[in-house]
């Protein structure tokens, strides 16, 4: 009987090793490792670690004061990140300083313009640079137009604004004004010419210009006659207006008298029928009419108010 109860329980034993006394279950989960990092700037809720094949995870970027978060670096723009867990990843969180310095524009040249009426306007424009962005000029809008055919002031406004939306802008203004300038008339040759009785006066005219208009010289209107044969002092008016009306005249006096021995003829002195030796008081000029032999004279003593007709040799 002791023998059975002995072995009763050395077989109650041996069944209670066989239920617990076993080896442990072994784990077959796929795992990958995730890393995640943030630039300067800001942070990342978790550093990542060992995760299960389909797990999802979901990590949240967080910015620095004066820092805004800018990507990650798998190309997601939002700050919160989840993932399905598929393989070994590493993910960096940007950052970006938050820009609130505008742009810097500066106008090229006066801010104040003034023109003419007719003038041409040539706008000099503006520059920019951005303390991120750097330079902006090749981005500034110009707006305004400025219509040099009529008076008045026009304005031109420069605009720009930086990649974060800071803006800035600067204007000109353009003044056009009136033309008040006469044109400017000049005598061609002397503005009194000398001539004796029956000698012809061929009129060398005059010039003149205008500030917008620019050469008026066809334009020029003569007026006044002259009587060769009879003595007396004669005007000639030479008058001339731009196309706003602006006008300016010049006057010659041509003198006729009794014969003169020496004249100017085309603002050429003659005395073809002079003596050699002979003077003459023109303009308050005394002229002497000299030969080939009397001009060197003449000339050592100084003396240029000579009428050359009778001379044949200027060597």
């Not at 005219?205 to 208009?213: K, L, M």
């Not at 005395?271 to 023109?282: F, K, L």
Request: charged share 10%; with cysteine.
């Amino acid at each position: 009987m002791i023998g059975i109860n002995r072995l009763l329980a050395l077989f109650v034993l041996l069944l209670f090793n066989g239920c617990f006394n076993h080896d442990p279950i072994e784990d077959n989960t796929i795992k990958y490792t995730l890393e995640f990092s943030a630039e300067t700037g800001g942070s990342v809720s978790s550093p990542g670690g060992l995760y299960s094949l389909g797990e999802t995870v979901t990590i949240t970027a967080t910015p620095d004061s004066d820092y805004f978060f800018s990507g990650w670096s798998d190309g997601t723009s939002t700050s919160s990140l989840t993932i399905l867990v598929s393989s070994d990843q590493t993910i960096t969180a940007s950052f970006s300083l938050i820009d609130v310095i505008l742009p810097a524009i500066t106008l090229t040249g006066s801010s104040t313009i003034e023109l003419t009426i007719g003038n041409t306007f040539t706008d000099p424009g503006a520059t920019a640079t951005d303390n991120i962005d750097g330079d902006l000029t090749s981005s500034i809008i110009t707006s305004g137009t400025v219509d040099t055919s009529s008076t008045g002031s026009y304005t031109i406004s420069y605009s720009i604004s930086d990649a974060t939306g800071n803006s800035a802008s600067v204007t000109r203004t353009v003044v056009v004004n009136k033309d008040t300038t006469a044109p400017m008339i000049t005598l061609t040759g002397s503005s009194t010419v000398y001539l004796g009785s029956g000698i012809t006066f061929t009129d060398p005219g005059a010039t003149a210009t205008d500030n917008i208009d620019g050469d008026l010289t066809s334009s020029i209107i003569t007026s006044g006659t002259v009587d060769y044969s009879k003595t007396g002092t004669y005007s000639i008016t030479y008058s001339v207006s731009d196309i706003v009306g602006n006008s300016a005249s010049v006057t010659r006096t041509v003198v006729v008298g009794v014969a003169l021995s020496i004249y100017f003829d085309n603002e050429i002195c003659k005395c073809p029928t002079a003596t050699v030796g002979d003077t003459e008081v023109i303009n308050g000029v005394t002229y002497t009419v000299v030969d080939d032999t009397s001009i060197k004279t003449q000339v050592a003593a100084a003396n240029y108010n000579l009428c050359t007709t009778h001379v044949t040799n200027m060597s």
